[in-house]
Nanobody
C-alpha cells in the first residue's frame, strides 16, 4: 500500500516557477514508478511527466519539455516536479500517482491533487 500527498501548488504569474512535491508512505515506494498528471476543468487528464523507480528513466509531455523537471529522492520517499517558465495553459489540478511498471504503467495509487493557477 502506498499513500501519496501532493503539495506546493498555488497562484503564480506567467513566467514564474513552482515546485510540486509528492510525499509517499510505504516501505516499498522505491519499487514504484511515479507519474505527475494534470487535469484542467472540462479537459481530459494529461500525463505531464513520469519517472522510473530508480530515477534513471524519465518521460515528459511535449508541452513541458525544457520547462519541467521530474526527480525523486527514494531515501526521503519524495518525488518532485520543478516547473519553470509557467504559462496560463499550465493551470490545472496536478496529481501524482504510483505504479509498478515504467514507462507504461497502471497507476494504482493516487494523491488528492494540488491546484496550480498561472495568471497573465
Amino acid at each position: 500500500q502506498v499513500q501519496l500527498v501532493e503539495s506546493g501548488g498555488g497562484l503564480v504569474q506567467a513566467g514564474g516557477s513552482l515546485r510540486l512535491s509528492c510525499a509517499a508512505s510505504g516501505r516499498t515506494f522505491s519499487s514504484y514508478a511515479v507519474g505527475w498528471f494534470r487535469q484542467a476543468p472540462g479537459a481530459e487528464r494529461e500525463t505531464v511527466a513520469t519517472i522510473s523507480w530508480s530515477g534513471g528513466g524519465r518521460t515528459y509531455a511535449d508541452s513541458v519539455i525544457g520547462r519541467f523537471t521530474i526527480s525523486r529522492d527514494n531515501a526521503k520517499n519524495m518525488v518532485y516536479l520543478q516547473m519553470n517558465s509557467l504559462k496560463p495553459e499550465d493551470t490545472a489540478a496536478y496529481y501524482c500517482a504510483a505504479g509498478l511498471t515504467w514507462p507504461t504503467a497502471t497507476y494504482e495509487y493516487w494523491g488528492q491533487g494540488t491546484q496550480v493557477t498561472v495568471s497573465l
